[in-house]
Each structure stands twice: as C-alpha cells, then as structure tokens.
C-alpha cells in the first residue's frame, strides 16, 4: 500500500492514472502466519518493498524473502495486460 500511495502522489489525480497504478501495484497474496511472522518479520520485509527493489515486480519481496508465490486458479481477475 505504501508504494501505491507514493506512486498516486508522484502525478495529476486522473481516473486513468490512478486506475493504471492499482492494475501494476495492486496485488493480493494469502500467507500463513509462519510465512508473514517468521519469514516476511525476520527478512525486514512485512510491510516495505526490498531495498534493491526495481519499482516493477510487486512481488518483490516475497520473493527476496524465499516465498514461492502460486497463482490463484479460482481467482475471477483480469490481469493488466489483458484486453478488457
């Protein structure tokens, strides 16, 4: 949240934009507790983006943690690259 809050704050306030940002940034991933207290808590990582992060991937730090990250089949979302 605090890089899509930065990333609103960087530009003009257009539906556009804003709907642009929440399609590359936004994201959801289900962990168990062990995984956000033992691995996210420990790696530094439970609630900011790596350090030698790119700006691109929002998986960053889940994966600098070592956190295999499964695509949800039953999810109903459309990636930001599809047509809509």
């Not at 809050?5 to 804003?18: A, L, N």
Request: aromatic letters at 6%; proline letters at 6%; hydrophobic letters at 30%.
């Amino acid at each position: 949240m605090k890089v899509i809050v930065s990333k609103i704050h960087e530009g003009e306030y257009t539906k556009e934009r804003i709907q642009s940002i929440l399609d590359q940034f936004l994201v959801s991933v289900k962990l168990t507790k062990d995984e956000h207290t033992q691995v996210l808590k420990k790696a530094g990582l439970s609630k900011d983006m790596p350090a030698d992060w790119d700006g691109v991937d929002p998986y960053s730090r889940y994966k600098k943690a070592g956190i295999k990250i499964k695509p949800n089949q039953s999810a109903h979302t459309t990636p930001a690259s599809a047509p809509r």
